[in-house]
DNA sequence: GCGTTTGGGGTACCT
DNA sequence: CCCCAAACGC
């Protein structure tokens, strides 16, 4: 075993100070299996890696030892940080990592074994798709019947139950061809060498089951797994968790999580695993020592918000049951407001925010969720009409830009021409003739040898097709071939390049952005690179000295950095800086904290969502999401609903979320809208009923009632714009004019170019600063 | 082969 | 209402 160095603690004392007594009962647990029930906002990932250092300063392990998983790469890396922070080791010794980050240093290692070409490459999502797209087409399958996401998540879900085409039952001529599709992507995956995500975990764990001198090494080899939010585990991860350390073996296996907050069922996650967990390794109340520790005092939260978050999750039975308790007292209660419509329950939020800002909370300290990203745009319109800098969460990440992709293809090519994903990706970007019907012949040919398209060109007839084909393979392996001895940066650049994909974006009229990107990706990778040498795990070429697993593979810098891309899709827009509202998906927001959580668009029907209650589970989860919302505030909790809500562009009449009645009536102060002191009742005039908050609200659904807030008068935070008079047609505007735009509110015009009505106008707007417009587009109103 | 139009569909999106 | 994908026309 390797010695281990001085750190920057003194001492253990040193470390486990300032932790509560189950914190350090729960690092300090003798080796053997242990379950961690970490509530929301107890000191989870302090915990994990605390208990890492421990075990490495107290000499019961070297770091090449332990294994930590996490799910996201997000979590992956803060653990690293902080264990980076705290032992002054090269990183690159620990396995810490995601499932399929570690499965794929795994194979990479292994290549041979496992039955893959050593230049493997990896299909993300939208690759996935167009790869089961492919095998359709090849079958003759109409993708109406049999459509290519649902096939896709079929796929997914047997690879997540560890279930080949041969092990599946077949009960029905449909099932059949379902089971003949898998086949058939199986088959085109292998002979192209890629592997998508659930392919990662289940290719592991058939190594791992079929080779056992391989799986004893490593069950040797890593004498502490710890894994990190446990209750988002498949079937299949914990399978292999424990092929990796089996009950009943001297091995420590720590697993932390919450059952309460498991909301990935909708993807394969299995909230049973923690029970399984608790009865397959033994894991009970009431031991000596306690190997289930409850995380239960809570850091994060004010008592009433907490009291809320209780109260409604122990409306569902199945749990492992935890109670979250704080120091912090009562706080405020947490506020729930019906609005008329959705446009006055911007309008509240907008100025709830403002008064937020005027107390002193910053921007990006508050938070607006939903359970859905349809309800993110009435509050985004809101935001930007009202002048208050905002960021939505979610949307396309940089990875999946299609410029990158585009170029990414091309740099998968240069490793792997078999690669037919990136090949029908960009053999025709920049456009080079080469048309449908040619790569259909292609894919023909192909079909009929079983080959790679790359493969199949020799196959074809020789005539002008096949030329402009065998012109595009000359084309990579001229890249490749110039591409040898370089930089990565340098690769990239040049293959951006020499593709034409350059020339191609600066004759494209809004090429500008995506050629911006594409410089982004050189940077991308020039810090990649500097990363990597920098020793810092981030690619998985770890050499296993250890016998049992000679290193098989060592991973280039090219290489590595594909694998980054498809394992990591990047943030959407890292762009920090000046403090903005968040904007988010519930799921999004899972283990973030803010000091004020807006939760809008608390209606049935929406949350809980309708199309969630087909499952058995379905609402159980749903509940558990609104745990995981009401847990991410710190002070100030607000949940909304309106009572009329435009979506899918038509009106929908929505009463308010059963989860509301499930909340302690003393924890919870309910607001009536500002203007609806004026004689109506909120619910409009005995209407519907008098269905107040105690009553009978959900029979009262559907009827339009009088929109008392709107009606009334606009808000302060936004101009009259509804109530603003059209546009006289003609209205001719001069330099100097007022003018109002439903989108970015008053300004003045500065310019006017060309003959009205059909003008282009520059006006600048007070809170949006100068553009230039079209007036025959944007509906100019003078002031 | 390429660009525009029409029409279908819309829970959450981690790896 | 808004986005993406297939179908249509040049």
Known sequence: MSEIRPTSFDSPDGLLRGLNPEQHAAVTLPP????????????????????????????????????????????????????????????????????????????????????????????????????????????????????????????????????????????????????????????????????????????????????????????????????????????????????????????????????????????????GNMEDFTREYGVRDGETPQRLVRLEQNYRSAGHILECANALISNNTVRLGKTLRTDAGVGEPVRVMGAASDADEVRWLLEEVAALQRAGTALDQIAVLYRSNALSRGVESGLFNAGIAYRVYGGLRFFERAEIKHALAYLRLLENPHDSSSWLRVVNFPARGIGARTLEQLQDAAQNNGVSLYAAVSALPDNRSRDRLQGFIDLIDDLRQRASGLKLPEIIQRVVEGSGLQAAYEAEREGQERLENLGELVNAADAFERYEQRGAPVTPVAADGESGAPPEAAQGTLSSFLTHAALEAGDNQAQEGHSAVQLMTIHAAKGLEFDAVFLVGAEEGLFPHEQALADPDGLNEERRLMYVAITRARQRLSISHAQARMLHGQTRYNVPSRFLDELPEGAVKWLTPPRAATGASFWGRDSVGSAGWGGNRRAAAAAPVPNVWTESQASPTEPARQDAPPPASGTALRKGQGVFHTKFGEGRVLAIEGTQPQARVQVAFRRHGEKWLDQTLAKLQPI
């Open 32 to 271: 053997g299996p242990a379950l961690i029930l970490a509530g929301a906002g107890s000191g989870k990932t302090r915990v994990l890696t605390t208990r890492i250092v421990w075990l490495i300063q107290t000499g019961q392990v070297a770091p090449g030892g332990v294994m930590a998983v996490t799910f996201t790469n997000k979590a992956a890396r803060e653990m690293l940080t902080r264990l980076g922070a705290m032992l002054p080791l090269s990183l690159r010794q620990l396995w810490v990592g995601t499932f399929h980050g570690l499965c794929h240093r795994f194979l990479r290692l292994h290549w041979k074994t496992a039955g893959l070409p050593q230049t493997f490459q990896i299909l993300d999502m939208q690759d996935q798709l167009s790869a089961v797209k492919r095998v359709l087409k090849a079958m003759n399958l109409s993708d109406e019947q049999f459509a290519p996401r649902k096939i896709s998540s079929f796929i997914a879900g047997c690879k997540e139950e560890a279930l080949r085409p041969g092990q599946l039952e077949i009960d029905s001529p449909h099932t059949r061809t379902l089971v003949d599709i898998y086949e058939a992507y199986e088959q085109q995956c292998q002979r192209e060498g890629v592997v998508d995500f659930a392919e990662l975990m289940l290719r592991t764990y058939e190594v791992l089951h079929a080779h056992p001198e391989l799986r004893a090494h490593y069950q040797q080899r890593f004498a502490h797994v710890l894994v990190d939010e446990f209750q988002d585990t498949n079937r299949l991860q914990y399978a292999w968790l424990k092929l990796l350390a089996p009950p009943g073996t001297p091995q420590s296996v720590f697993v932390v999580g919450d059952d309460d907050q498991s909301i990935y069922g909708f993807r394969g996650a299995r909230v």
